[in-house]
């Protein structure tokens, strides 16, 4: 009878300590708030009734609780929810530089997380984000959240590398020497068409070649540690100058500046012009529409990678700041004690499995993974997943951050034709995230330039565009120059420079 008794004590003992650790490993529970956009199937946000909701627990030990904001009001709600006194514990920002983000987090309503996204050991994921890009959304030099990525760097060059073949020039452009004779080359193609495709919005092309040739990202930093404007850069003159005699050989069209935006593909599908500089993704969309409406059956669109200066270094314009917007960490909601379980949570949402079950959903749900080990969706499935992908993933995506970049697993199939040039392009932005120049002012502002910024921009955009044209010489361009400076320039240049040398 002792025996038994001591048996029985013995596996409550066993059981007890089992339901304790049970317990332990009860998931951690997450309040967030997401943008919500309208679909014809309401969120199940009850979390034992989503498959994907508890897949996220499974695999990140986190239970989220998912609080929506139509995307509509989504800046009303976040006032209110910002001066709530218990507010979610992460809060999507869809604009990391509105002034409510901007003063909220001056005002400490947001975790630090500046060693935190530098910690390699802890947080390898965070850590794996680009240093540029987590300093555009800083405030005051100091990180407040976890940028949700955009392509990055995205702007470059992309040709008709058929015509380029006919021209002569069949290799891969790998300097700044390659890229001129490229373009020289198509300029001579015929009397009536032209090298580059150039129309009125010129901001981009002009910023693609003057920061190749190593000119600032609108601003840039002097050997001294000053502020000053790209335009003063010699490097940015060269950039002009490279415009300017393409379109004096008959390489732009001279009437570049009357073309309107919405004719700029056009232009290309019309074999009018053959180089563009502008978003990469274009090429592979361009690809499409030759293939779909020209009975292309070949690659006839080539993008360009690094663009080697002479001294051998690389500079690339990376067209957009790298984010759209991110996530932020409540401060009065999260202690110092659970702040590191939350930041564990955001570093797993930026592993491979994570990303992949924010942005696609579950495997059997949302989508099926063919012989390849790629992810698509069967047509006789379409209805069914695309019902499944609203009722339980629908918008999930929006706390998707993806800061390693594309490491889905697995990867989306794709059907179409300018496959390589689609996976080329998702390569380049890997490969040229690092020489990417951001704008070091970014992270600031200027009262001046918030008051006369537009007006000052356009000073040097119009003297640029009318330098290339060849309306203006050099001395038209340092007149302009020089009244940009008298019109408020200077000032925005010394308030930048007070704003940066603080945050230093």
């Not at 300590?17 to 969120?43: G, H, N, Q, R, T």
């Not at 800046?75 to 992460?90: E, Q, R």
């Not at 700044?176 to 001579?188: G, M, N, W």
């Amino acid at each position: 009878m002792k025996k038994l008794v001591a048996l029985f004590l013995a596996l409550a003992m066993v059981l007890s300590m089992a339901s304790f650790a049970v317990a332990e490993e009860e998931p951690f529970e997450i309040s967030i708030l997401l943008p919500e956009f309208p679909a014809d199937y309401d969120f199940v946000n009850d979390f034992d009734s989503n498959p994907v909701l508890q897949k996220i627990a499974e695999l990140s030990g986190v239970k989220l609780n998912i609080q929506w904001g139509p995307n509509s009001t989504y800046t009303d709600i976040l006032n209110t929810t910002l001066a709530d006194k218990n507010p979610p514990m992460l809060i999507a920002a869809t604009d990391a530089r509105a002034p409510l983000i901007v003063n909220s987090a001056r005002a400490g309503a947001f975790w630090d997380i500046t060693e935190a996204v530098q910690d390699a050991e802890n947080y390898p994921n965070l850590a794996a984000g680009n240093a540029g890009v987590y300093a555009n959304t800083a405030v005051d030099g100091n990180v407040y959240g976890v940028y949700r990525s955009r392509a990055y760097p995205r702007g470059g060059i992309y040709y008709r590398s058929d015509i380029a073949k006919e021209v002569g020039f069949d290799r891969e452009v790998e300097t700044i020497a390659d890229l001129t004779e490229l373009a020289e080359k198509l300029a001579s193609y015929s009397d009536d068409t032209y090298a580059l495709n150039m129309c009125s919005y010129t901001a981009g092309t002009i910023s693609v070649i003057t920061v190749a040739f190593g000119a600032p990202n609108t601003w840039g930093v002097d050997e001294n540690g000053d502020i000053y404007p790209a335009h003063k850069s010699a490097a940015y003159k060269e950039g002009l100058d490279w415009l300017r005699h393409l379109r004096e050989i008959g390489g732009i069209d001279p009437n570049f500046a009357q073309i309107s935006t919405s004719d700029w593909d056009n232009i290309e599908r019309t074999g009018k012009a053959f180089m563009r500089f502008d978003c990469l993704d274009n090429a592979h969309r361009q690809q499409e529409w030759f293939e779909q409406n020209a009975d292309v059956t070949e690659q006839i669109f080539q993008t360009v990678g690094t663009v080697a200066k002479e001294d051998g270094s690389i500079t690339v314009w990376p067209q957009n700041a790298g984010f759209n917007g991110e996530i932020l960490i409540s401060k009065s909601s999260v202690s110092e004690a659970d702040l590191p379980k939350v930041l564990k949570f955001l570093d797993w949402c930026n592993t491979a499995e994570g990303v992949t079950l924010i942005n696609a959903g579950l495997e059997g749900l949302t989508y099926d993974v063919d012989e390849d080990g790629l992810r698509y969706i069967p047509e006789e499935k379409t209805e069914e997943y695309s019902k499944n992908s609203q009722l339980y993933h629908n918008n999930v995506n929006q706390m998707g951050m993806g800061v390693a970049g594309n490491i889905e697993n697995p990867k989306a199939r794709v059907n179409r034709g300018y496959s390589e040039l689609r996976q080329r392009y998702e390569d380049l932005n890997v490969l040229l995230a690092p020489y990417a120049v951001a704008n070091p002012c970014y992270p600031f502002v200027s009262e001046t330039y918030t008051a006369f910024g537009a007006q000052l921009d356009q000073i040097i955009s119009d003297a640029a565009v009318q330098y290339i044209a060849g309306l203006i010489d050099e001395d038209g361009l340092q007149a302009a120059w020089e009244d940009w400076a008298m019109q408020g320039g200077d000032q925005i240049t010394a308030e930048y420079n007070e704003a940066y040398h603080a945050a230093q």
